[in-house]
């Protein structure tokens, strides 16, 4: 059985988190700041309005998290994000086309 979504992005962002941590900071663990950021986008994930029906965050129509947070995510995607192919080739590719695909299904025609 697998994971739901909101679950999985979870898990996700902690290894994307970790990957800036232990690379772009040379952090021998994660250290509070990262520890912090995971904390604080996890418990948005468990509270967003759309449940497992959520799009990517960069496409919602709610902004949840608050500006410093959202900036500090989006600094460790750009870093960790083409790094997540040669870590865990899979799992960049499964999230690559789910964000795609997502994306795709709810254009306007």
Do not use: W
Not at 24 to 53: M, S, T
Not at 68 to 97: D, I, Q, S
């Amino acid at each position: 059985m697998s994971a739901g979504k909101i679950e999985e992005e979870k898990n996700l962002l902690a290894v994307m988190v970790s990957i800036y941590c232990r690379k772009k900071e040379k952090n021998p663990v994660i250290c509070a700041d990262c520890r912090e950021l995971i904390e604080y986008a996890q418990a948005r994930l468990d509270h967003c309005p759309f449940g497992e029906a959520k799009p990517a965050c960069k496409k919602c129509s709610i902004h949840c998290y608050k500006p410093e947070m959202k900036e500090r995510v989006k600094t460790v995607m750009r870093y960790a994000g083409p790094r997540m192919f040669l870590l865990f080739p899979r799992k960049a590719l499964m999230h690559y086309l789910c964000i795609t695909c997502c994306f795709q299904s709810r254009k306007v025609k």
